[in-house]
T-cell receptor, first 110, second 114 residues
Framework: KQEVTQIPAALSVPEGENLVLNCSFT??????LQWFRQDPGKGLTSLLL?????REQTSGRLNASLDKSSGRSTLYIAASQPGDSATYLC?????????FGQGTELSVKP | ETGVTQSPTHLIKTRGQQVTLRCSSQ?????VSWYQQALGQGPQFIFQ???????GRGNFPPRFSGLQFPNYSSELNVNALELDDSALYLC?????????????FGSGTQLSVL
């Protein structure tokens, strides 16, 4: 059974700092891995999607990597801003459904 | 804006009642998936609809049921509501088989069961 884990559960950093969020999964038989952003009480916004055959994807200040062999992904956020404060969720696509981690709640202090 | 719309945005029900949640998918998307997100948790897959039929189901009891209509919009019905059904319900639309494409989520329906 696929399990997705995110560490840390919460993170507080000063504005301008570079940071890394971690995601691990137990079964490497995935189609893709996605990173989402969720603001309180809101839906999910897809940030990056990495196909199972890819190693990384970049969008602006965000870079996500995927290592299927070790069952790990990281989301790197450069030069963090207060507007980046949100919960970040990773999810793997397996058998047509997304399996999510519990998320990392990020707070960027001005 | 993802183009996926959900209604209502908030709902309060009492235990034992029934509820219907609605979702309109993004233009060009033929598959709708429903997820339940309890407070502080990641979303959990409920089921998926494609061509008006259930196309995969998570670990949810039969009192969770759904429909998909010819225009690809969808409903989630929950009977005999329990307190633990209180959660944010999210729908996502996609194109069947397109594993290289992002899923687009609606803003969710916040259900409170008292």
């Amino acid at each position: 059974k696929q399990e997705v884990t995110q560490i840390p559960a919460a993170l507080s950093v000063p504005e301008g700092e570079n940071l890394v969020l971690n995601c691990s999964f137990t079964d490497s038989a995935i189609y893709n891995l996605q990173w989402f952003r969720q603001d309180p009480g809101k839906g999910l916004t897809s940030l990056l999607l990495i196909q199972s055959s890819q190693r990384e994807q970049t969008s602006g200040r965000l870079n996500a990597s995927l290592d299927k062999s070790s069952g790990r992904s990281t989301l790197y956020i450069a030069a963090s801003q207060p507007g980046d404060s949100a919960t970040y969720l990773c999810a793997v696509l397996e058998g047509g459904k997304l399996i999510f981690g519990q998320g990392t709640e990020l707070s960027v202090k001005p | 804006e993802t183009g996926v719309t959900q209604s209502p945005t908030h709902l309060i029900k009492t235990r034992g009642q029934q509820v219907t949640l609605r979702c309109s998918s993004q233009s060009g998307h033929n598959t709708v998936s429903w997820y339940q997100q309890a407070l502080g948790q990641g979303p959990q897959f409920i089921f998926q609809y494609y061509r008006e039929e259930e196309n995969g189901r998570g670990n949810f009891p039969p009192r969770f049921s759904g429909l998909q209509f010819p225009n690809y919009s969808s409903e989630l019905n929950v009977n005999a509501l329990e307190l633990d059904d209180s959660a944010l319900y999210l729908c996502a639309s996609s194109r069947e088989g397109r594993t290289n494409e992002k899923l687009f989520f609606g803003s969710g329906t916040q259900l409170s069961v008292l």
